[in-house]
């Protein structure tokens, strides 16, 4: 991954802000961004439009879930929202963590420019994404809870296997994702 793109910028952002729900001395391994499993193919994902017949790409009902009752899995799920709403999932030595975005800070007001000459650097200048807002967690269990974590890539589906048996597989960007695995197996 380009060191200097704007996806390595969001990663060091999303770093960041999990970062402020450390305790001290508790070491951030890994963060990425999920979603709940549509068991929809990424390429439909990718070519949905408007007014596209029910179930012409793929199953548009929710994803089956069973998980044994009280596990680790279930506990996850009951937190991950219904929709795609994407989450961070973050690893550390002690824990994984589940945050979800919170309210945006409101937006400053924007102050028109002087003259053309300050509208044209405006327009012409890299447009530059709005920062991540805060993030809040809303789920966590000990990192010895976690049992191993595996990819598919290219399908982008992060599998997650706890100490207890159960496991859940959620949507996660390959890419992302990769790191995330290995750095829980290095863990």
């Known amino acids: 991954m380009n060191e200097s793109g704007p996806v390595a910028r969001r990663q060091a952002e999303l770093r960041l ?13 890994g963060a990425v961004w999920i979603a709940r499993t549509s068991h929809v193919p990424l390429i439909s994902k990718i070519t949905q439009w408007q007014g596209a017949p029910h179930g012409l790409l793929g199953r548009n009902e929710p994803a089956p879930r069973a998980f044994p009752a009280g596990s680790t899995a279930a506990d996850l799920d009951r937190h ?42 405006r327009l012409l200048a890299p447009a530059e994404p709005a920062p991540l807002p805060p993030l809040a967690p809303v789920w966590q269990c000990p990192r010895a809870g976690l ?34 695995a290995e750095a829980a197996q290095r863990a």
């Not at 802000?17 to 391994?29: M, Y």
């Not at 945050?99 to 924007?110: D, F, K, Q, R, Y």
């Not at 890539?153 to 599998?159: C, F, I, K, Q, W």
């Not at 959620?170 to 890419?175: E, G, K, L, S, T």
């Open 17 to 29: 802000r999990v970062g402020e729900h450390l305790d001290s001395g508790e070491v951030l391994l």
């Open 80 to 121: 991950l929202p219904e929709d795609d709403t994407a989450m961070a999932l973050a690893l550390t030595g002690a824990r994984l963590l589940m945050l979800a975005v919170g309210e945006p800070p409101p937006a400053p007001a924007v102050v028109p420019p002087a003259g053309l000459l300050d509208r044209v650097k």
């Open 147 to 180: 049992g191993a974590v595996a990819v598919s890539d290219p399908e982008g589906r992060l599998a997650l296997r706890f100490a207890d048996g159960s496991g859940l597989s959620v949507d996660a960007p390959a890419m992302l994702a990769t790191p995330f």
